[in-house]
């Protein structure tokens, strides 16, 4: 791997452009109400040549839902009648939170803000999309899927700290919101299998995608007993000792025998890296060293098409929910390139992870074309779908676009800039958010 020349202020400047591309296909307030955020699940520009655009199958034999192309153009309805993604959403507030982290640091003046002075900050904007999800939700952030709201409840966290640096007051509704979700924690987390917390309310199921968050969550809000004890079933369960890396999940068989699901995901390493840095301790940053050092090794793919010169990326995982995850894992690969009580070789390694990620998630986006959509786009970015293939082979125009990759490249460029930032920094290293 290699190190990204590219300075601080630069990637500081792609992190903004990303979310200025995010916002402006995807973001609108749900059905023209005032005081709401809220994201489409798709975009889908204008064909250039006035053809049947082909479906976004960037997966050879996975065949795309014919829905993605009926979504083109219904902008007050799309909130309602498009498939509900919620924790696609979650993703877009800890999007919208790390920009806004980036504006506070600028001096939190409308000059600083990422979209321009006339238009409102990303904290702003996150919380617009809290009130947004609420709404969509039917009138409530608690749904079936213990990861879902795991990953809602780290980014209202967030959200409000950064509330808290900027010398405003926290959203009382946030709390609330955290109070009900940490109940909703609580539930899932049972001795059955041994530990661990459930994936979702048919309780059949336990996994990391549920675990790691909670543990995540468990540690930033004082219960670290409780976090420790989970991350430890996750080691005693769901870790690989031969790959380093940590399996999908387990469930109770017929004959009573825990059957453990072994596939492996880029994401499912993120937060329980993120946990392990969190509670800290020697026994946990060994953990959180060798965890790097397996994703180094295990999940990365040659850049450029193949090309062996052109050293490795992180490995993406498709489409769909898969669009996210290796995001995901960048968010919590730049909080280890930060953290200083890890040894020197596993912070080059995960800062080399995310820097050379986001540099190929850029170098291969492509401009919105003229034809494709009305002059406000103009100048906006789809990014592809994988950082090793560039976006005019996954998503050539006309094609849908789905929300979730577009994150995935906007949360690595971020990730890139927090890895830039803390380069720079002297003060010793604490918790991050």
């Not at 839902?65 to 309602?80: D, I």
């Not at 509900?84 to 600083?112: F, I, K, M, N, S």
């Not at 062996?308 to 390139?337: H, K, M, P, S």
């Amino acid at each position: 791997m290699t190190f990204s020349s590219t300075d601080l202020a630069t990637w500081q400047d792609r992190a903004d452009h990303a979310a200025r591309s995010v916002t402006g296909l995807f973001g609108r307030n749900l059905l023209l109400l005032p005081g709401t955020h809220l994201a489409a699940v798709v975009w889908q520009g204008r064909h250039p040549a006035g053809k049947d655009a082909p479906e976004a199958g960037q997966e050879p034999g996975r065949p795309r839902e014919r829905w993605l192309a009926a979504l083109r153009g219904a902008r007050p309805a799309a909130g309602l009648l498009s498939p509900w993604h919620y924790w696609w959403q979650a993703h877009y507030v800890d999007c919208l939170v790390d920009t806004g982290l980036r504006e506070l640091a600028g001096g939190a003046t409308p000059a600083a803000r990422f979209n321009g002075p006339d238009r409102p900050s990303a904290g702003h904007l996150a919380s617009r999309l809290v009130t947004g999800m609420r709404l969509r939700n039917a009138l409530t952030l608690v749904n079936s899927y213990y990861d879902d709201m795991a990953w809602l409840a780290l980014a209202s966290l967030r959200l409000d700290k950064l509330a808290e640096e900027a010398q405003r007051p926290g959203r009382r509704r946030n709390a609330r919101v955290r109070s009900a979700l940490a109940l909703q924690f609580d539930s899932a987390c049972t001795d059955d299998l041994g530990g661990g917390t459930f994936w979702s309310k048919k309780r059949d199921f336990k996994n990391t995608p549920a675990t790691a968050p909670v543990a995540l969550f468990y540690a930033r809000t004082g219960r670290r007993g409780m976090a420790q004890t989970l991350l430890d079933w996750l080691d005693a369960t769901l870790f690989d000792q031969d790959q380093g890396l940590y399996l999908d999940g387990a469930r109770l068989g017929p004959a009573g025998v825990v059957l453990v699901e072994r596939s492996l995901y880029t994401y499912n390493q993120g937060p329980v890296l993120g946990a392990l840095l969190e509670l800290g301790g020697d026994a946990n940053l060994a953990r959180a060293a060798a965890l790097v050092d397996s994703v180094q090794r295990l999940l990365t793919v040659p850049a450029g098409g193949g090309n062996a010169n052109a050293g490795t990326v992180l490995r993406c995982e498709g489409t769909g929910d898969g669009g996210l995850f290796t995001g995901i894992l960048c968010r919590y690969l730049a909080l280890a390139a930060a953290d200083r009580r890890l040894p020197g070789p596993a912070r080059a390694a995960a800062a080399a992870l995310v820097l050379d990620t986001a540099e190929a998630f850029w170098a291969g986006r492509r401009p919105v074309g003229a034809g494709e959509a009305k002059a406000p786009l103009a100048g906006r970015s789809i990014f592809s779908v994988h950082a090793c293939q560039p976006a005019d082979r996954t998503y050539p125009p006309g094609v849908p676009v789905e929300l979730a990759t577009q994150l995935q490249a906007w949360m690595t460029l971020e990730a890139a800039a927090t890895v830039m930032s803390a380069g720079r920094a002297t003060e010793q290293p604490g918790p991050a958010v």
